[in-house]
């Protein structure tokens, strides 16, 4: 299953999850986990026609949301996959702060999710 990041670091940027509950993408079994690589790549496929980046890149991180999921995040600058909108220097110390990054208006992400949907 998929769907849109309500705090994306650009637009498009998606989560690709199982249906059933899994803490840590490492003890997704097998089978699921090809299946989310090959939802996601599809759903790449489509941000590359869509949304244009430079890149399109995955990354499996667990911090935001207790659910194993797979970040696909349509590429425009080097430091998007590393979520660079998040990082702020305070006190000399690299900090990550979600705050930082608005949340998406419903209509914008339903709109991303129609562009993004793939067969």
Known sequence: MAMMALHPTSPGECLVIPKSHVDHFTDVDHTTAQRMIVVAQRI??????VFEPQRV???VHGFGVPHAHLCVVPLHHPDDITSGRYAHIEDGKIVFKMRSIPEVERAILDEHARLLKVQ
Do not use: A, D, I, Y
Not at 44 to 49: C, E, I, L
């Open 44 to 49: 790449g496929q489509r941000m590359r026609k």
């Open 57 to 59: 890149g995955m990354v």
